[in-house]
C-alpha cells in the first residue's frame, strides 16, 4: 500500500536535493516518476526544472494554486511515484487531493518543503501534510552556532523581520536558518 510522505527541513536544508536524488534512483530502475512543483517560488530557476543549491538539475511540471492534482497525475501515464517540490505552498485541497492518489491509486506520494514560515507558523500545505501524511521525516540542518536548525529567520537589511507577508520573491529577503536558541537571541536583540 503507497503512503503520503512528508520531508521537511529549514530553508538550505537539502530538501531539494534530497527529492531529486530519491526520483533519480526511480528512474534509474526504469519506473516513470512525475516531479512536481508549485508555479509560486522563492528563487529564479526556470519554470520547468528544479534547481538544488549544490548545482544538481532536474525536470519539472509547474502547477498553479487551482489546479486538480488529479488531472494531472492521473492522466493515463503509469506513474510509479510521485515527488512535490516546496510543498508549503500546497492548497489544503491539493494535499487532499495527493492523500487520495496515494491511497486509491497505490502510488507514493513524496512530498518536500518547509514545515514553518518566519513568523514560526506552519505554511498551509505543510499544515494540512502534517495532518494527513502517513510518514513525516526531517531533514536535518544546521545553524550557524552548530545546533539544529529549526527555524527560518528572514533577514532584511541584515536584521530579522518578524511581520510582513507570508511570502516574498526576490533578492532583497534573506532566510537563514537558526536554532531555536538564535532565533529567541535575534528576536530579542530586535528590542
Known amino acids: 500500500m503507497a503512503k503520503l510522505y512528508f520531508r521537511y527541513a529549514t530553508m538550505n536544508g537539502g530538501k531539494t536535493l534530497d527529492l531529486i536524488r530519491s526520483a ?13 512543483k508549485p ?13 538544488s543549491r549544490a ?5 519539472c511540471t ?11 497525475i492521473l492522466n493515463g501515464k503509469n506513474y510509479r511515484a510521485v515527488f512535490v517540490d516546496e510543498a ?14 496515494a491511497e486509491l491509486n497505490d502510488i ?49 537589511d541584515g536584521k530579522m523581520a518578524t511581520d510582513g507577508a507570508e511570502i516574498l520573491i526576490g533578492d532583497k529577503d534573506i532566510y537563514e536558518p537558526v536554532c531555536a536558541k538564535c532565533y529567541y537571541e535575534m528576536l530579542d536583540n530586535q528590542n
Not at 508555479?39 to 534547481?51: A, P
Not at 548545482?55 to 525536470?59: A, K
Not at 508549503?88 to 492518489?101: G, M
Open 108 to 156: 507514493p506520494v513524496l512530498c518536500y518543503g518547509l514545515r514553518n514560515n518566519f513568523k514560526t507558523e506552519l505554511f498551509e500545505g505543510s499544515k494540512r501534510l502534517i495532518e494527513l501524511a502517513d510518514t513525516i521525516g526531517e531533514i536535518k540542518s544546521i545553524c550557524k552556532c552548530g545546533r539544529k536548525a529549526t527555524q527560518n529567520a528572514r533577514l532584511i
Open 62 to 72: 509547474p502547477f498553479s494554486k487551482e489546479a486538480d492534482l488529479n488531472q494531472i
Open 39 to 51: 508555479e509560486i517560488g522563492t528563487r529564479t530557476e526556470e519554470i520547468n526544472e528544479l534547481f
Open 88 to 101: 508549503q505552498f500546497l492548497t489544503k485541497e491539493q494535499v487532499d487531493q495527493l492523500s487520495r492518489i
Open 55 to 59: 548545482g544538481v538539475r532536474f525536470s
Open 24 to 36: 533519480y534512483n526511480y528512474q534509474e530502475m526504469g519506473m516513470d516518476v512525475i516531479v512536481l
